[in-house]
């Protein structure tokens, strides 16, 4: 019998190495996204194989699609589990989000929701269903269905969300779909869901730095104002001009996104990182803390890629809609790179596996 520190198990295109004098803690992973790599080859255990898969799990991707005859069905799931304020409204909008960025309509959603053992009472699972249900009422969508409980061993609560729309098969984007010479374009700017959490999460501290309440009010309501949601966006981007790709950056910021978006297409892009907008308030909580804005988790920002004629025509269109945008880069070939001209410097665009506000917690 082969001891556990030589076993060497091989699964299809997936190995599990365990190495004799390592610790688990040694070798755990680190919070956040899972290294693209190790991601990518988890993806490819796939299951059973079916026609109907028009997008299934690849980096980059925000939604899976399947067709479903006459249209096609869109499918996403992903959690909250850096907040804690207003969880059950994050998760709505998150959710919408990467179906938006396919040019579907979200829905139905099915919750998924942990919570903590000792330290749940009634009124507070009331609260984020309540906030579940108001967004998803604003939003129209149904909400289906999904699992609720107490579990051991958490400390804040986690919820995830299981959401479904649909499109017209001739209206489906996909982030694979960016193509050599394609405009990227930046919606909004960053890092709007990280300014809001971070001023939640850490108002007492602000207020002990010197913050005025009225800054860490504002900081705040960037959940609302810019506000997560890029649903208006990303509709008004699909009925005004031809859009190759749309991505939803999240967690892991704009850099992430942006390398998500090249992977997916198997090309490069060159980003201007003066053009990136950042918001003067994000700027200055990004300062405080020692992050880097551009791998702060952005959530608010839609990331484009479209022809460089159409770039005007969307541009008026968020014009008249009051959606600042801005042209922060193009893409070019795979063998190029993923590319950063910083002042009159050209950098490798950085990644961050491990979004900047998880160091936070």
């Given at each position: ?221 960037f959940l609302y104002d810019p506000g997560i949601s890029v649903l208006h966006a990303a509709r008004l981007a699909a009925a005004s001009v031809e859009v190759h790709a749309m991505h939803d ?20 892009v060159w980003i201007d990182r003066a053009a990136i907008p950042v918001y003067p308030e994000s700027a200055r909580l990004c300062a405080e803390f020692g992050l880097n804005p551009l791998g ?66």
């Amino acid at each position: 019998m082969r001891e556990a520190g030589d076993l060497n198990i091989n699964l299809p295109n997936l190995q599990i190495l365990f190495v004799e004098g390592v610790t688990s803690q040694q070798r755990a992973l680190p919070v956040g996204k899972l290294d693209a790599a190790l991601l990518s080859r988890l993806l490819l255990l796939s299951g059973w194989p079916d026609p109907r898969v028009v997008v299934g799990p690849h980096v980059g991707e925000d939604a899976a699609v399947i067709d479903m005859g006459d249209r096609y069905l869109v499918a996403k799931s992903d959690p909250i589990t850096f907040a804690t304020d207003e969880i059950g409204w994050y998760l709505v909008q998150v959710n919408a989000n990467d179906l938006a960025t396919t040019g579907a309509e979200p829905r139905w959603l099915l919750t998924t929701l942990l919570l903590p053992e000792h330290e749940t009472p009634p009124e507070r699972v009331e609260g984020i269903m309540a906030q579940i249900d108001a967004a998803c009422r604003e939003l129209h969508i149904a909400i289906v269905g999904g699992h609720t409980e107490v579990t051991h061993g958490l400390e804040r609560p986690i919820v995830v969300g299981h959401m479904l729309g649909e499109v017209a098969k001739d209206s489906l984007v996909t982030t694979s779909g960016a193509r050599l010479g394609d405009d990227l374009l930046l919606a909004k700017g960053i890092a709007i869901e990280g300014t809001s959490l971070i001023a939640r999460e850490k108002a007492q501290e602000l207020r002990e730095r010197g913050y005025s309440a009225e800054f860490i009010a504002r900081a705040q309501g960037f959940l609302y104002d810019p506000g997560i949601s890029v649903l208006h966006a990303a509709r008004l981007a699909a009925a005004s001009v031809e859009v190759h790709a749309m991505h939803d950056p999240t967690e892991g910021g704009l850099a992430t996104g942006l390398h998500e978006l090249a992977q997916a297409a198997h090309a490069g892009v060159w980003i201007d990182r003066a053009a990136i907008p950042v918001y003067p308030e994000s700027a200055r909580l990004c300062a405080e803390f020692g992050l880097n804005p551009l791998g702060t988790i952005a959530s608010g920002a839609l990331l484009l890629a479209l022809p460089p004629g159409q770039v005007p025509t969307l541009l008026a269109a968020y014009g008249r809609a009051a959606i600042p945008c801005a042209v922060i880069g193009h893409v070019c070939e795979a063998h190029e790179g993923l590319r950063m001209q910083s002042g009159a410097v050209t950098l490798d665009l950085p990644r961050f596996d491990q979004d900047e506000v998880s160091r936070l917690f």
